[in-house]
């Protein structure tokens, strides 16, 4: 029992300690929302995993690339899809992404990718989205649905 106790005390205090880090790094740096990942861009290396951070008036790839806010078009979120067979039993796996639509320094439209972990949940990846969006003030187009019967 004492064991249990102890157990549960440790774990909350390493779950406080590492909300606490983070905290005090998003103090310092001063973003909005970090997001980690698999990140496909201009000069970015997609073996490794990279972060994404956003700023009020930017947003950085590993603290190296910038892009300004006033570029940025729009950002969505999908889960890719993986399926494999493995001795006889197939394999599906989902991944969380995030794509940002934006206009490169000479004007051509390019896309910066980032991908989760597998059968992750992504609500950090959602989340970024909203911001993003509430940031350069996108609304996601409504499909309207009619009342009336229609074809399809």
Do not use: W
Request: proline content about 4%.
């Amino acid at each position: 029992m004492e064991v249990l106790i102890f157990f549960i005390i440790a774990t909350a205090i390493l779950i406080f300690i590492v909300c606490m880090v983070e905290y005090i790094d998003r103090k310092e740096k001063g973003y909005i929302v970090k997001l980690n990942g698999k990140v496909t861009a201009t000069d970015v290396s997609s073996d490794i995993n990279s972060s994404i951070y956003l700023y009020p008036d930017k947003i950085m790839i590993n603290q190296k690339q910038i892009v300004p806010l006033l570029r940025i078009k729009y950002c969505r979120t999908f889960r890719r899809d993986e399926s494999f067979v493995y001795r006889g039993s197939k394999i599906k796996r989902e991944y969380p992404a995030l794509e940002i639509h934006y206009d490169t320094l000479d004007g051509n439209q390019s896309i910066i990718t980032c991908i989760g972990r597998k059968n992750a949940i992504g609500n950090d990846y959602i989340n970024f989205k909203l911001k993003l969006n509430n940031l350069i003030g996108y609304k996601e187009p409504i499909k309207e649905i009619p009342d009336n019967p229609y074809e399809i």
